[in-house]
């Protein structure tokens, strides 16, 4: 049971470079979610999934898609990545909406 | 919308002094309340939580009581080591409406201990 696993764990873009962040968990979760961590800002809700094939806009969504084409796996997409997007990603699942399970983060810097 | 509020850091405190973190929070149901911790490169863990008003959420010696009168959720602890030296994070949840069990977080506090 590994629970929630980020790829990769870090990565350099330049800007305007395209990439994709992999979340995938084993615990049969309905809901997963994609937040951003900025210093001073907590963590903030970029999109998110309440069942496989079903996405949502959360509160920073832009410059963001996402896909949950299988229900263990839920894709962070940047199309053409900017210096605002440099952040560390943390991915979480929950079965029920009332206990959350993190990743171990993405750190993401672009130049 | 659901907002929390964390007490302005970074906190630094000898061992053994006694922490106290503040947290209040805005919501428009009947939230749930966490705390979470997150050690220096790693992700996040829940520390504690509670679920309705005069709660009190308890793990390795931090306790909050959730006080609904004060919207309040102040995270303490007694005697602090230096292996509590993270980020601690305050969060609501609130099942109702649409949130879809979304959380909501403060942007967190720095607490180092010095031996």
């Known amino acids: 049971n590994a629970g929630v696993t980020q790829t990769p764990k870090f990565r350099v873009l330049k800007t305007g470079q395209s990439m994709t962040l992999l979340c995938a968990q084993d615990m049969n979760h309905e809901y997963m979610y994609w937040y951003r961590q900025d210093p001073g800002m907590g963590l903030r809700l970029i999109h998110y999934s309440v069942g496989e094939g079903t996405t949502a806009k959360g509160e920073v969504p832009d410059g963001y898609n996402v896909s949950r084409l299988k229900k263990q796996n839920f894709l962070l997409g940047l199309e053409s990545a900017a210096p605002s997007q440099t952040s560390v990603y943390f991915c979480a699942s929950s079965y029920t909406g009332t206990v959350w399970v993190f990743g171990p983060g993405t750190r993401l810097t672009v130049l | 919308g659901d907002s929390v509020t964390q007490m302005e850091g970074p906190v630094t405190l000898s061992e053994e002094a006694f922490l106290t973190i503040n947290c209040t929070y805005t919501a428009t149901g009947y939230p749930s309340l966490f705390w979470y911790v997150q050690y220096p490169g790693e992700g996040l863990q829940l520390l504690l939580k509670a679920t309705k008003a005069d709660d009190k959420g308890s793990n390795k010696g931090f306790e909050a009581t959730y006080r609904k009168e004060t919207t309040s959720f102040h995270l303490e602890k007694g005697s602090v080591q230096v292996s509590d030296s993270a980020v601690y994070f305050c969060?609501?949840?609130?099942?109702?409406?649409?949130?879809?069990?979304?959380?909501?977080f403060g942007q967190g506090t720095i607490l180092t201990v010095h031996p």
């Open positions: 969060a609501l949840s609130d099942p109702g409406g649409t949130s879809y069990g979304k959380l909501t």
